[in-house]
């Protein structure tokens, strides 16, 4: 009889386990690491779609006026006449912008038109050509964001929030409040100029990893890629909560004392002031995909072209019914 031969069997070595742990760790890492780049794109074309669709200024006490840009390009204005012609203002536009007295609107070849008060050359009548690719409003001043990320400044600039100059900088995205100024870097950081009264401008800045800001009367805002947002400046109403705003948003929008924030799921989360009902605590349900924020009234683009409106409508400015449109609902590319 012969001899029984056993089998031999291996067992892989500790080094061969730790060698593929390693592995499997690597791939997960790399699936966790794309799958949280995407959620970050994903951010901040949210936030870039959202910006400039609309515009809400005024000055409190007084009345307000509202833009939106239509379908075809062209700009509607209602309101306090005076801010914004009611017969509206043609041309191939792709983002507004308005605050206190002022308007600026964008044109698809880059460069800007203004209406309004310009007695601090916030708003030089025969516009200015460039190759902007992004604008905002003060209460006196105003912002351009050329496509090589530096700012050029206009108008009132006794706080340094205007240098006649511009800004140098890899910037993405601009912000503008009463006297201050802020711009988003490449890198997620934020840089700021003007007044800082009320700490809405620290000349430090601010760092962190942000998609989008912005700018209230005296205080300012900023939206983090996790959706949450994060507040300074002056909060004697509400607006500006030293411990942010948990939550996931895509949009955020700066009023005098009041602030608005688009959810994911295209609700609205309102804060500070709620005088003429401009900013509900319950918030506004709906399918929104843009919002802005007056002096005292509040602005919201549905998915459907048409905006809901709400707070203080002394001058028009915020019919309850709303205006049917239908106005742009997308972005478009310059």
């Not at 792709?94 to 007295?101: E, F, M, N, S, Y």
């Not at 601090?120 to 990320?149: C, E, K, M, T, Y």
């Not at 009367?217 to 996790?226: C, E, G, I, K, P």
Request: hydrophobic share 40%; charged share 15%.
């Amino acid at each position: 009889m012969a001899p029984m031969v056993r089998e031999r069997t291996t067992t892989p070595s500790s080094e061969s386990w730790t060698s593929l742990a390693y592995s499997m760790m690597r791939v997960f890492v790399n699936w966790q690491r794309e799958r949280r780049l995407n959620k970050v794109r994903e951010r901040k074309q949210a936030a870039r779609k959202a910006t400039g669709l609309l515009a809400a200024g005024g000055v409190m006490f007084y009345g307000g006026h509202s833009l939106a840009i239509r379908v075809d390009g062209s700009i509607a204005c209602w309101g306090l006449n005076g801010r914004g012609p009611p017969a509206g203002v043609p041309g191939n536009f792709v983002a507004i912008a308005t605050r206190a007295l002022h308007s600026l609107a964008l044109r698809v070849d880059g460069s800007i038109a203004f209406w309004g008060l310009n007695g601090d050359g916030q708003a030089p009548p025969d516009g200015i050509p460039g190759n902007f690719v992004a604008i905002a409003a003060g209460a006196r001043h105003s912002l351009a964001l050329r496509s090589d990320g530096s700012i050029a400044c206009w108008g009132y600039n006794g706080r340094g929030q205007a240098p006649p100059d511009g800004v140098p900088g890899d910037f993405v995205a601009i912000a503008a409040g009463a006297e201050h100024s802020l711009a988003l870097r490449v890198d997620g950081s934020i840089a700021c100029w003007g007044d800082n009264g009320f700490g809405q401008a620290p000349p430090a800045g601010v760092p962190g990893n942000f998609v989008a800001i912005a700018a209230g009367a005296h205080h300012s805002l900023a939206l983090r890629v996790d959706g949450s947002i994060a507040c300074w400046g002056l909060n004697d109403r509400g607006q500006a909560p030293p411990a942010g705003v948990p939550g996931t948003f895509v949009a955020i929008a700066a009023g005098d004392d009041h602030s608005l924030a688009l959810r994911v799921d295209g609700s609205i989360a309102c804060w500070g002031s709620n005088n003429q009902g401009r900013a509900p605590p319950a918030g506004v349900p709906g399918t929104f995909v843009a919002i802005a924020a007056g002096a005292e009234h509040s602005l919201a683009l549905r998915v459907d072209g048409s905006i809901a409106c709400w707070g203080q409508n002394n001058a028009g400015q915020a019919p309850p019914d709303g205006v049917s449109g239908p106005f742009r609902a997308t972005q478009a590319n310059l």
